[in-house]
């Protein structure tokens, strides 16, 4: 059974910094990507950012590009999502998804809170 649980989130200041972890476990993650989403109160989820696990190839969304970055600890079967320079609009709940390369994602987390006041 794949679990993906994130960890992570908190309240921290506009300019500050949060490191989000995603504990993945249950399948040879070495074949898949993995990513980052994030859904703010009334909006649709939203694509922060992507990893294919073998080659830690990665891809970042427009809105967190330079502020933000996707990594993967192989031994730990973890990844990361390192936020500097904090934003009030970052404020949302973050998702770690997993899922074959190139055909979307089919197992999710359960989602951490990030706020960050102004």
């Known amino acids: 059974q794949v679990q993906l649980v994130e960890s992570g989130g908190g309240l921290v200041q506009a300019g500050g910094s949060l490191r989000l972890s995603c504990a993945a476990s249950g399948r040879t993650f070495n074949t898949y990507s993995m990513a980052w989403f994030r859904q703010a109160p009334g909006k649709e989820r939203e694509f922060v950012a992507t990893i294919i696990w073998s080659t830690g190839s990665a891809y970042h969304a427009d809105s967190v590009k330079g502020r933000f970055t996707i990594s993967r600890n192989s031994a730990k079967n973890t990844v990361y999502l390192q936020m500097n320079s904090l934003k009030p609009e970052d404020t949302a709940v973050y998702f770690c998804?997993?899922?074959?390369?190139?055909?979307?994602?089919?197992?999710w987390g359960q989602g951490t809170q990030v706020t960050v006041s102004s």
């Open positions: 998804a997993s899922g074959p390369k190139g055909r979307g994602y089919d197992y």
